[in-house]
């Protein structure tokens, strides 16, 4: 009897700690429009609930999803409360930049190996071994020696341990808002490993030494290939293939049985902390001939933080259009496609990608990538565009990874 009211109490104790509601925030269509979305799988949403947001500059919303405009750049203590329960807060979390939105997704993120000065091949699109194909590298890569410390960025259990691979599932403290959905679950993803030190099922904590820098696999020289994954483990071509099979992860959001599959890499820098390195080094330029438009991106040495390229224009039927490309999480961009049949279980790699699937009014040139100690960077990107004119209202932005606005130059193409 004892043990069972034990129980009840624990149960209960467990259920009321894990009921605490959690919400995030993301951008609207127009820039710095700020969506506020409730997780729901923290908590049940009745029709009868009432919402209270606070949104910490003077302003607050009774709506369940409320928009929100910031007057001003800065950090915003953020709360919530539902039906006049205890608020619940976010300090340090979200942080209004002039043109958009930075979200602290992971409390205390910390890097697995090396430093921002160690990447070489940022989560971006990249000139192959061949010198002539590109892909999009969903990971970055971090340059190191062999048997190098990898750790654990945060707190969370062994998901796969096997070869030289390496894959943690873990909890956002905040969850992100993708793919139209909020999901707090991610996994970090080590490649090329020399040795694992933890197997499948193992407990890790943040800072916990669980494998070792290698070039197993690798194309040339030790690094970590170092890649998030959200909302679900398996990429795209590795869930059309198990579409009717049963190996699709059961702990995933996304259904296997619809088709409609993203990949779930982001770029690492979203979340790892980088407050050292907020420099804008990007510029671009535009040229237009007929009714492309190109815009060309320039980095000297920051490509890692090119982000977002937002174009605002009139279409053929004069309806206004934004174009938005988003580096970060891959939001409309083209896919890539397989280019050779690879093996169901080495789902894992990119670099059986090659870039396809060119819409009519969308095209990419690289034409420079940062490669090996190369420092600068440039990619064409050409629109299809019948009608971009500045003194109708129709802009370009091209964002870096903090929201900043990258400069307009003259540069030939
Ligand atoms: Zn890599």
């Known amino acids: 009897?004892?043990?069972?009211?034990?129980?009840?109490?624990?149960?209960?104790?467990?259920?009321?700690?894990?009921?605490?509601?959690?919400?995030?925030?993301?951008?609207?269509?127009?820039?710095?429009k700020i969506i506020f979305h409730i997780d729901e799988s923290s908590i049940k949403i009745k029709s009868n609930t009432n919402y209270l947001w606070i949104f910490g500059?003077?302003?607050?919303?009774?709506?369940?999803?409320?928009?929100?405009?910031?007057?001003?750049?800065?950090?915003?203590?953020?709360?919530?409360?539902?039906?006049?329960?205890?608020?619940?807060?976010?300090?340090n979390v979200f942080t209004v930049t002039e043109t958009g939105l930075?979200?602290?997704?992971?409390?205390?993120?910390?890097?697995?190996?090396?430093?921002?000065?160690?990447?070489d091949s940022p989560f971006s699109y990249r000139i192959k071994a061949d010198g002539k194909t590109f892909d999009f590298h969903r990971a970055l890569d971090i340059v190191g020696e062999i048997g190098d410390d990898i750790k654990a960025v945060a707190d969370g259990k062994v998901y796969k341990s096997f070869g030289s691979t390496l894959v943690v599932k873990h909890k956002?403290?905040?969850?992100?808002?993708i793919n139209n959905k909020v999901t707090d679950l991610y996994y970090t993803m080590s490649l090329h490993l020399n040795e694992r030190y933890v197997e499948k099922g193992e407990t890790v904590k943040k800072g916990d030494v669980i494998a070792a820098v290698g070039e197993i696999g690798s194309r040339n020289y030790p690094h970590n290939h170092f890649e998030i994954r959200v909302g679900s483990y398996?990429?795209?071509?590795?869930?059309?293939?198990?579409?009717?099979s049963n190996k699709a992860d059961k702990n995933t959001n996304i259904n296997p049985k619809t088709g409609n599959f993203i990949d779930p890499q982001v770029n690492p820098l979203l979340f790892l902390d980088n407050t050292d390195n907020e420099k804008n080094s990007l510029k671009y330029s535009v040229s237009k001939k007929g009714t492309i438009l190109f815009v060309k991106v320039i980095s000297n040495y920051l490509e890692d933080y090119f982000n977002e390229i937002v174009i605002k224009h009139s279409s053929e039927t004069e309806k206004e259009e934004t174009l938005k490309l988003n580096f970060n999480t891959r939001q409309g961009l083209p896919y890539l496609s397989e280019k050779e049949k690879g093996d169901l279980s080495s789902n894992s790699n990119n670099s059986d990608y090659d870039y396809q699937d060119l819409t009519d009014n969308f095209d990419i040139h690289p034409i420079k990538f940062k490669y090996r100690n190369k420092k600068d960077y440039q990619i064409i990107f050409s629109f299809k565009i019948l009608q971009f004119n500045p003194k109708n209202g129709d802009y370009i932005l091209v964002k870096d990874i903090f929201g900043n606005v990258a400069k307009e130059v003259k540069s030939d193409f």
């Open 234 to 244: 398996y990429s795209k071509v590795y869930l059309e293939k198990a579409k009717n």
């Open 102 to 119: 930075k979200v602290k997704y992971v409390n205390d993120f910390i890097w697995p190996s090396g430093s921002i000065s160690k990447v």
């Open 57 to 91: 500059d003077g302003e607050t919303s009774t709506e369940k999803q409320p928009t929100h405009l910031y007057k001003k750049a800065g950090t915003y203590t953020i709360c919530l409360q539902i039906n006049d329960k205890k608020q619940v807060c976010k300090e």
């Open 1 to 32: 009897m004892r043990k069972v009211s034990l129980l009840i109490i624990f149960l209960f104790g467990f259920c009321k700690l894990s009921s605490q509601v959690n919400f995030t925030a993301s951008l609207g269509n127009a820039d710095k």
């Open 172 to 177: 956002m403290d905040t969850p992100m808002f």
